[in-house]
Structures are given as C-alpha cells and as structure tokens.
C-alpha cells in the first residue's frame, strides 16, 4: 500500500510527517529517516485500529481499488 505523507522541517529542529488522507495521523523524529520510519508505524497503528472496530456480514466482499 501506497500513502501520501508530508514532511516538514520543524522550526525547533527535526521534522513532522502527517498523512492527509487519515486524519489525526501525525509524527515526527529528528532525521528524515526517523521521522518516516515513525510515520510508517503512526500509520500500522492508526489502520489497525480501524479493521479493529469494523464488523461486516458474511456476505459482504472485500475489494480493492486503484486510483
């Protein structure tokens, strides 16, 4: 999977990354190495949490989609 983050020079050093596409989603570390290996985990956790809560019937079909 594929995700669009953004990474940004903070002004009291290091970096912070968010996901646009998942709001909430935010890290941060002092390299650009750190703080994308941050977001990758900020992003494991935030979708696991999401498959966590979601119940589906056992007729429903799970499908991907490209965009």
Excluded: W
């Amino acid at each position: 999977m594929r995700i669009r983050v953004i990474l940004e020079p903070s002004e009291e050093g290091g970096y912070t990354v968010l996901v646009p596409s998942l709001p909430g989603c935010i890290s941060e570390g002092d390299t650009r190495e750190e703080a994308l290996k941050n977001i990758q985990e900020a992003i494991e956790l935030y979708l696991e949490s999401v498959d966590d809560d979601l119940h589906f019937s056992e007729q429903a079909e799970f499908l991907e989609v490209a965009l």
